[in-house]
């Protein structure tokens, strides 16, 4: 064989190992909310690590190999099993895990549109103040769902169930008036289980609100995705890209939502670290 074809066949093989060393190097960050309704977050931390590549490497959000619930969830980013989590914070979860200040849904989250039962709009229609809903109504929610305690500390009527799906069914079956969901959630939600609910309706009347900012959590120790993350969320903040993405997601909810014409009932949120800084709503809420 002559020199020259050994030299080009070095040279392939020298490319080829440093394509798969480089692939081996592809740091994953592993998520345990591999639901539907967590896609948008999903998507926004693949955005962070690729605007953050060239500074940190490549890497990629994948996850967890498991289907878990929230709480166990957080036992595993604790452990540091998986890398990441999607969730509001409070106080206890500040103290538990580190945070990454970026409200990732611009306040979103604490504006709550009702589910119902299709039947029951009149009797929610007559509701104007927190004293008729406290009086009048039952909430279905999370058992193990950060603002249980919220709903709990401004007296809301509530019983607590542990899975997720079983919520649809309580408020279908009457067992509770109505289950509280994130304004980005409700429509989607009697799109998806509109097979299973048929009975179920978005309320036309009412919205509560509580601050509520969900943040990404990492672990505690994990400082250099902690600062990765945030640093990625900056860009894409400056450069629009997060705002067009926010948009995308939940442009027609928020057009659905016609919050302006709601009677909009205020709750407080006790849960709140002192150095937890409210949402800015305004780039979302000025455009319904």
């Given at each position: 064989?002559?020199?020259?074809?050994?030299?080009?066949?070095?040279?392939?093989?020298?490319?080829?190992?440093?394509?798969?060393?480089?692939?081996?190097?592809?740091?994953?960050?592993?998520?345990?909310?591999?639901?539907?309704?967590?896609?948008?977050?999903?998507?926004?931390?693949?955005?962070?690590?690729?605007?953050?590549?060239?500074?940190?490497?490549?890497?990629?959000?994948?996850?967890?190999?498991?289907?878990?619930?929230?709480?166990?969830?957080?036992?595993?980013?604790?452990?540091?099993?998986?890398?990441?989590?999607?969730?509001?914070?409070?106080?206890?979860?500040?103290?538990?895990?580190?945070?990454?200040?970026?409200?990732?849904?611009?306040?979103?989250?604490?504006?709550?549109?009702?589910?119902?039962?299709?039947?029951?709009?009149?009797?929610?229609s007559r509701v104007?103040?927190?004293?008729?809903?406290?009086?009048?109504?039952?909430?279905?929610?999370?058992?193990?769902?950060?603002?249980?305690?919220?709903?709990?500390?401004?007296?809301?009527?509530?019983?607590?169930?542990?899975?997720?799906?079983?919520?649809?069914?309580?408020?279908?079956?009457?067992?509770?008036?109505?289950?509280?969901?994130?304004?980005?959630?409700?429509?989607?939600?009697?799109?998806?289980?509109?097979?299973?609910?048929?009975?179920?309706?978005?309320?036309?009347?009412?919205?509560?609100?509580?601050?509520?900012?969900?943040?990404?959590?990492?672990?505690?120790?994990?400082?250099?995705?902690?600062?990765r993350l945030l640093?990625?969320?900056?860009?894409?903040?400056?450069?629009?890209?997060?705002?067009?993405?926010?948009?995308?997601?939940?442009?027609?909810?928020?057009?659905?939502?016609?919050?302006?014409?709601?009677?909009?009932?205020?709750?407080?949120?006790?849960?709140?670290?002192?150095?937890?800084?409210?949402?800015?709503?305004?780039?979302?809420?000025?455009?319904?």
């Amino acid at each position: 064989m002559s020199q020259s074809r050994l030299t080009k066949i070095s040279i392939v093989l020298l490319a080829f190992c440093c394509i798969n060393a480089h692939a081996e190097k592809v740091k994953q960050v592993v998520y345990f909310q591999d639901d539907a309704r967590f896609s948008y977050d999903i998507e926004l931390l693949q955005m962070a690590l690729d605007n953050t590549a060239e500074q940190y490497g490549p890497a990629k959000a994948v996850a967890f190999n498991q289907k878990v619930n929230e709480a166990r969830g957080l036992r595993l980013l604790e452990q540091g099993k998986v890398d990441v989590a999607f969730v509001p914070t409070n106080r206890e979860r500040e103290l538990r895990f580190q945070s990454v200040k970026f409200p990732v849904l611009g306040g979103l989250l604490g504006y709550r549109i009702l589910l119902i039962h299709q039947e029951s709009q009149d009797k929610f229609s007559r509701v104007e103040n927190i004293d008729q809903l406290r009086d009048n109504m039952i909430a279905g929610f999370g058992l193990h769902w950060a603002d249980m305690q919220i709903l709990y500390s401004n007296q809301i009527p509530v019983i607590g169930h542990p899975e997720y799906e079983e919520l649809f069914n309580m408020v279908e079956q009457r067992r509770v008036d109505y289950f509280p969901r994130g304004l980005n959630e409700a429509w989607q939600e009697i799109e998806r289980f509109k097979g299973q609910h048929p009975g179920l309706a978005v309320e036309q009347h009412l919205a509560l609100y509580y601050p509520f900012p969900r943040y990404f959590f990492v672990n505690s120790s994990d400082d250099a995705l902690a600062k990765r993350l945030l640093a990625g969320l900056k860009i894409a903040k400056a450069n629009g890209s997060f705002e067009k993405h926010f948009f995308e997601a939940f442009g027609e909810w928020i057009h659905l939502a016609q919050l302006k014409d709601r009677k909009v009932i205020h709750l407080n949120n006790p849960f709140l670290s002192d150095d937890t800084p409210l949402p800015d709503s305004s780039f979302w809420i000025d455009r319904e």
